[in-house]
C-alpha cells in the first residue's frame, strides 16, 4: 500500500476495527502506519520537524500504531484527557505510569490531527451518502405513478410536515471544525465546508512547542 492521498489512508484506518486483522499483521501494519503518519504530516500538513520512527528519552521506540489503537479502545483523545487516563495508556503499551504525559504529547504531535482528519472525512462522505440515497428515492417516487396526487395544496403539506419530523427525529449534530450549522442546515443549503490546514499545522506547532520547554 502507497500512500498517494489521503483516501489511502482511510483505507489503512479503516481496516483498524478489525482485531483479528491486526493481530495476524501487526508487524506489517505497525510500518505502513508509521509511513501513513509520516505522508500525512510532511506531504498534508507540510510540517518536517517529527521524526518517524519515534522514541522517548530513553531512546526506546513508542508505536504510533500501539498508541492509536490504545486511545481508541479507551473511547478516544476527548475521553482519554477528561477522565485523565493518559497514565494508563501508558502503563497500557508497556511504558511506565509516569510516562502518560509523553504519551499524550506524542499522540498531539503525530496522530491528533490525523486522527480528526480522518472522521472528519468519514462523516462528511457519510452525509454524502445519504445526500445521494434521499435524491434518488425522489428521483423513484416521482417516477412512480401511484406517488401522484391530484391536490397541489395537499402534497406541499405533507412536504411541510416530512421536513419537520426530519428535523425533529435527528437533532442537530456538531461538529469541531464547522460552524454551528447541524448536518440538516448544511444538507439543506448545500454547504461544502473545508478542513483547515492552517489551523491544523497551527496545533501541531503549538504542541511542538510545549514539548521544547
Known amino acids: 500500500m502507497k500512500f498517494k492521498e489521503f483516501l489511502d489512508s482511510k483505507a489503512l484506518l479503516d481496516m483498524m476495527d478489525d482485531g483479528e486483522y491486526i493481530g495476524k ?36 521506540k513508542v508505536s504510533l500504531l500501539d498508541l492509536y489503537l490504545e486511545i481508541e479502545k479507551e473511547g478516544g483523545h476527548r475521553n482519554v ?10 502503563k497500557d503499551i508497556d511504558f511506565e505510569y509516569s510516562d502518560g ?10 496522530l491528533d490531527v490525523l486522527v480528526y482528519y480522518y472522521k472528519f472525512k468519514t462523516i462528511q462522505s457519510n452525509v454524502y451518502d445519504k445526500e445521494v440515497t434521499d435524491e434518488k428515492e425522489v428521483l423513484g417516487s416521482k417516477m412512480d405513478p401511484r406517488s401522484s396526487r391530484s391536490e397541489g395544496d395537499d402534497a406541499e403539506q405533507d412536504g411541510g ?14 461538529y469541531a471544525l464547522f460552524t454551528d450549522n447541524g448536518w440538516n442546515e448544511i444538507k439543506r443549503r448545500q454547504i461544502r465546508r473545508t478542513f483547515d ?17
Open 161 to 174: 410536515d416530512d421536513e419537520s419530523q426530519e428535523v425533529a427525529e435527528n437533532p442537530t449534530e456538531h
Open 81 to 90: 484527557t477528561e477522565n485523565n487516563l493518559w497514565p494508563k495508556v501508558a
Open 101 to 110: 504525559e509523553l504519551m499524550r504529547l506524542m499522540y498531539a504531535m503525530y
Open 197 to 213: 490546514f492552517n489551523r491544523a499545522r497551527a496545533a501541531m506547532n503549538e504542541a511542538n512547542e510545549s514539548v521544547l520547554k
Open 25 to 60: 499483521y501487526k508487524f506489517i501494519l505497525q510500518t505502513k502506519f508509521e509511513e501513513m503518519v509520516e505522508w500525512f504530516i510532511t506531504k498534508k500538513l507540510g510540517v518536517t520537524t517529527r521524526p518517524i520512527p519515534t522514541y522517548a528519552s530513553n531512546n526506546r
